[in-house]
């Protein structure tokens, strides 16, 4: 049987970690696609090999300055070069069937709005996207009769078990979460760690700010706020257990007792291409489960007291209006922090702790306005000068 699968297509966020396992798996399952755009943000060199291969109409890199280089490596091949934050967005809304949001942080968030506004199909890995402007997002996306369809692992595996008829029978979402390269570490370890140690993770291999992510926790933190305003689920319904194998990607309770998990290696090309055949199942050749090799699975509840990123995301989701975008922003300066050897890796979750804390005092977390995307750039800019501040004091300690 033929299957419907999306034709003309873009990737937003190419040359990344997902952005390059997306463009594999294109390889790797011989589909035919008509590449429409392709973004990057720095990596010239990457951007350009791929357009050389794909053929896009256009290929965008978000510095401006990378352009002149980018125009001479595209010479003579047709693809159109543009740069720049207003070109990846442009881009992002030419009419496709399905794109792939991949670009890191709150820079996805005008595109990912820009895609799903032109009515395409969402593939969504940029989860800070739905922090940020979640329910504004789901509702464009419908509105123009497009889709938002997860590429996060975790969500990915909720969207295959979870029948949307039968929400109101979920007792419970369970995101399942590695716990990172310190799972086990002590609180003294974790305060002396280097970007290098936070970096290794142990089961993904992912871009730097997920990784850190990761590490802090902070990442199964944002995938709460994500899964909330995917699934519709109220916070205290959506909870996080530690699953060291990274094998079961989440699960579904339901009220009568029973639990659907979904099961695979730790690779992100099996939620891509889940999300791109969508509701039909691509053939390639994927990597397959051995329980007997990969197992035995164990699971354990996740340390709070270590890890606080979790306990302030669930703050955030409850509090709602602006606070998850400033968590978001805050997280986003902190990890840069961190990242520069600015500040010490448990600073990441106080700083973001402080920021919330100092813009629910001035009122700084009530939306603006109407439009979500000013809104939440307005709350972005907002936490990120706090967080500044924030961590100017801590450098000075
Ligand atoms: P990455 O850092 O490897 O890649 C990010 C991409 O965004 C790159 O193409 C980069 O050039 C581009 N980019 C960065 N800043 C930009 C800007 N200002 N404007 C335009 N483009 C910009 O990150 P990644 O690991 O591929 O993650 C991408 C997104 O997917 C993140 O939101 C992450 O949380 C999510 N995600 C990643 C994984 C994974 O396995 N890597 C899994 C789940 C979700
Ligand atoms: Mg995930």
Known sequence: MALNLPRRVSVLGSTGSVGVSTLDLFDKAGVEVEMVALTGGRNVERLAEQALRWRPQIAVIESEAALPELRERLKGSGVEAAAGAAAVAEAASAEVQWVMSAIVGFAGLA??????????????????????????????????????????????????????????????????????????????????????????HPNWSMGAKISIDSATMMNKGLEVIEAAYLFAM???????????????????????????????????????????????????????????????????????DRFPALALAKQALVMGGGAPAALNAANEAAVGAFLDRKIGFLDI?????????????????????????????LTDATARHVAAEVIAGLGRL
């Open 234 to 304: 109220p916070p205290e319904r959506v909870s996080v257990l530690i699953h060291p194998q990274s094998i079961v990607h989440s699960m579904v309770e339901y009220r009568d007792g029973s639990t659907l998990a979904q099961l695979g290696p730790a690779d992100m090309r099996a939620p891509i291409a889940c999300a791109f055949a969508w509701p039909d199942r691509l053939p390639w050749p994927a990597p397959k489960l051995d329980l007997v090799r990969d197992g035995p699975l164990s699971f354990e509840e996740p340390d709070l």
């Open 349 to 377: 979750a106080a700083t973001v702790a402080e920021t919330l804390e100092r813009m629910e005092r001035t009122g700084a977390l009530t939306p603006s306005g109407e439009d979500a995307l000013e809104s939440a750039r």
């Open 111 to 200: 595109p990912t709005l820009s895609a799903a506004r032109a009515g395409a199909v969402v593939a969504l890995a940029n989860k800070e996207s739905l922090v940020c402007a979640g329910p504004a997002l789901l509702r464009t996306a419908k509105l123009a009769g497009g889709a938002v369809v997860p590429v996060d692992s975790e969500h990915s595996a909720i969207f295959q078990v979870l029948d949307p008829t039968l929400a109101q029978h979920v007792e419970r979402l369970i995101l399942t979460a590695s716990g990172g390269p310190f799972r086990c570490a002590s609180l003294e370890a974790m305060r002396a760690a280097t970007p290098e140690q936070a970096l290794a």
